[in-house]
């Protein structure tokens, strides 16, 4: 079935694609949003707003309804758990941290976006026109859905779709191929746990992956480790789990919701996708990420500028790309900025106040710290084998040197 004639089609409803669809809709532009899932979706994510975020979202969208608060609502500060040392380390935050549900706050996004939404609707396939724009064909996932293909047709897509971008892979194939991937195990649990719920916790022991949180939204305890490639979640989570009952008392009294995520790394080895031609990419899709896997500001920020991308391009004949490239170049630095140790404290998405940390700790329990890091850091979790640590020296002393990273768009 032939569909309406579009300016543009974002797909995707979570940050990055509600972003994207405000500015274009403001701009004046005809805009549909796709989603994959039924609307309010649950979206894997510890739903903690980075500074930058919370910033971002009262500018664009206005203030933040009650109801996408979690219980605590606000977090202090970040606990960081090392094996040597009894207490964690906390690191107090300068600005109250909102702790939120995504399906909350993407659904107030997308809505607040004002275009219009079609969700329960995946993306199938994207055929660029011989006279320019796109035909867009989806239909509703799973086996419903076999023959109730829609299409639609757009002059402009964004690709919104998450860090497994389907809408790159049609679009540009080769622009994943022979990059790392992450992969991501998260359980919710009713039970008791030992941890101040107004942190959110990041352990820095062995055997646990190269990143495990646990965080408690509302009666919610999330505990969640990350791996690289082809590496085993679950006996990571194992042993998470066994520290967690060993060190901090959880008692598991029910499981709620076992989740996965896999999603390719850009930023970490210097890639970026920012599209081809009309079709321009956002958010994780296109590789923006912060330290600490903070993506919801950077996601925002990028759907907004491939939008003004767009309207530029409209407005002056210029390619949106070309356009895209200029303006998100400063956003593309951020996320290097990230992971160089000379920047990555100020420019951090979270106005962390590590004086504090500095004070309370003697040199001793600094020096701890300091071993219980190398050890982490030296451990065979997976970063090693695709070389992202020595791809951030690189670029720390390249950025020192140039004053840029050495990334093109
Ligand atoms: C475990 C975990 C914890 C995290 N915690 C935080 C945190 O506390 N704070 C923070 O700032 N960031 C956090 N992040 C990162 C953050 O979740 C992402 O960076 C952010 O969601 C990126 O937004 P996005 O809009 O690019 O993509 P998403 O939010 O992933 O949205 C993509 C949308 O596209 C839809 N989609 C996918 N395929 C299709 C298709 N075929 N057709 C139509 N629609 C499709 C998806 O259903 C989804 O709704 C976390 C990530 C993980 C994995």
């Not at 004046?28 to 994959?36: A, D, F, N, R, V």
């Not at 660029?128 to 419903?144: H, N």
């Not at 006996?235 to 029910?254: C, D, K, T, W």
């Not at 079709?279 to 994780?284: K, P, R, T």
Request: proline fraction near 6%; aromatic fraction near 8%; hydrophobic fraction near 40%.
């Amino acid at each position: 079935m032939a569909g309406k004639q579009w300016d543009a089609i974002v797909i995707g409803a979570g940050p990055a694609g509600a972003s994207a669809a405000r500015t274009l809709v403001a701009g004046g532009m005809s805009c549909l949003l796709i989603e994959k899932k039924k609307l309010p979706r649950h979206k894997m994510c510890s739903g903690i707003l980075s500074d930058w975020a919370v910033d971002f979202i009262h500018r664009k969208f206005g203030p933040m309804p009650e109801e996408i608060y979690c219980h605590p609502g606000f977090l202090n500060g970040i606990a960081l758990h090392f094996p040597s040392l009894p207490d964690p380390v906390v690191v107090p935050s300068r600005h109250a941290i909102p702790n939120v549900w995504r399906s909350h706050l993407d659904f107030f996004l997308t809505k607040a976006s004002g275009a219009k939404i079609r969700d329960d609707l995946a993306l199938q396939n994207i055929e660029p026109q011989p006279q320019g724009g796109f035909k867009v064909t989806c239909r509703p996932p799973g086996k419903t859905g076999q023959n109730r293909a829609v299409s639609f047709n757009a002059k402009y897509l964004v690709a919104a779709d998450g860090g497994n971008s389907p809408s790159i892979r049609r679009v540009m194939p080769e622009a994943f191929r022979g990059l790392p991937y992450g992969t991501g195990m998260q359980v919710h649990y009713r039970g008791e746990i030992d941890l101040d719920p107004h942190h959110y916790n990041v352990f820095f022991h062995l055997d646990i992956g190269f990143y495990a949180w646990a965080n408690i939204k509302d009666d919610d305890i999330h505990v969640g480790v990350g791996a690289m490639g082809n590496r085993k979640l679950p006996p990571y989570h194992a042993n998470f789990v066994s520290l967690l009952a060993e060190r901090y008392g959880f008692e598991i009294h029910e499981t709620l919701l076992r989740e996965g995520m896999t999603g390719v790394m850009q930023a970490p080895v210097n890639r970026f996708t920012l599209g081809r031609g009309n079709f321009l990419a956002a958010g994780d899709a296109a590789g923006f990420i912060h330290n600490g896997g903070e993506g919801i500001s950077c996601a925002l920020t990028s759907g907004d500028l491939a939008a003004e991308a767009i309207l530029t391009a409209e407005r002056t004949g210029q390619p949106a790309l070309d356009v895209y490239r200029r303006i998100a170049r400063k956003e593309v630095d951020l996320c290097m900025d990230q992971t160089n140790p000379l920047r990555m404290v100020q420019a951090s998405p979270f106005r962390m106040d590590m004086k504090a940390v500095w004070k309370k700790h003697s040199l001793k329990e600094i020096r701890s710290i300091w071993q219980d890091l190398k050890a982490f850091g030296g451990q065979d979790n997976g970063l090693s084998d695709v070389g992202i640590g020595a791809v951030a020296k690189k670029n720390m002393i390249y950025r020192l040197r140039h004053g840029h990273y050495p990334i093109q768009l």
